[in-house]
């Protein structure tokens, strides 16, 4: 079945600054891929995804980029806020319309 | 629109209590399903319905059985606790194949 990785488990970034979260996922055949935000207390929140058909996708300060040879996508957050923290997962989708999810990346960012 | 609730929103059970934990949705949803956050682990899938009237098995569904009572409303219950169990539950819902899982506030469980 579909493993995914997610790395790093934690980052520091100075507001301003860019943030980048890395996930590789094993099975070829996954082709949806979201990402999701959940501050202290909630349940995630999708915040931007990608289908295997496409490269990149921005939506304002987030981007995520895909490269389905490596399988391997990353999220970027450009001109980092304090409320961009919180812990941020990735997912694959394996079919029968179950998502597997990375083990999170919690981002703080220091004003 | 509420979204996705889930009820309740803290819970302690001593070893062997059983519990039923309860999810309903009001957006006309296929899909609902559950998972459980531990450290370190992200979310890891419970069981899953695809559709009104069926249910299957996720990542880690022993000691969990599930009912999906109708179209809105999916239960998660354990039979008989244990610590292990401890954790952070969700419920979610999406409506089908490749759109967003909307998620509720989670369920706080500890099992003593």
């Known amino acids: 079945g579909e493993n995914v990785e997610q790395h790093p488990s934690t980052l520091s970034v100075q507001e301003g600054d860019s943030a980048v979260i890395k996930c590789t996922y094993s099975d070829s055949a996954s082709n949806y891929f979201p990402w999701y935000k959940q501050e202290l207390g909630k349940g995630p929140q999708l915040i931007i995804d990608?289908?295997?058909?496409?490269g990149e996708k921005k939506d304002q300060r987030i981007a995520v980029t895909l490269n389905k040879t490596a399988k391997h996508f990353s999220l970027h957050i450009t001109e980092t806020q304090p409320e961009d923290s919180a812990v941020y997962f990735c997912a694959g989708f394996t079919g029968f319309q179950k998502l597997v999810f990375g083990t999170g990346t919690r981002l703080l960012v220091s004003p | 629109n509420a979204g996705v609730t889930q009820t309740p929103k803290f819970q302690v059970l001593k070893t062997g209590q059983s519990m039923t934990l309860q999810c309903a949705q009001d957006m006309n949803h296929n899909s609902m399903y559950w998972y459980r956050q531990d450290p370190g682990m992200g979310l890891r899938l419970i069981y899953y319905?695809?559709?009104?009237?069926?249910?299957d098995k996720g990542e880690v569904p022993n000691g969990y059985n599930v009912s999906r009572l109708n179209k809105r409303e999916f239960s998660l219950r354990l039979e008989s606790a244990a610590p292990s169990q401890t954790s952070v539950y969700f419920c979610?819902?999406?409506?089908?194949?490749?759109?967003?899982?909307?998620f509720g506030p989670g369920t706080r469980l500890t099992v003593l």
């Open positions: 990608i289908r295997s058909n496409v």
């Open positions: 979610a819902s999406n409506a089908g194949t490749h759109n967003e899982q909307f």
């Open positions: 319905s695809a559709s009104e009237g069926t249910t």
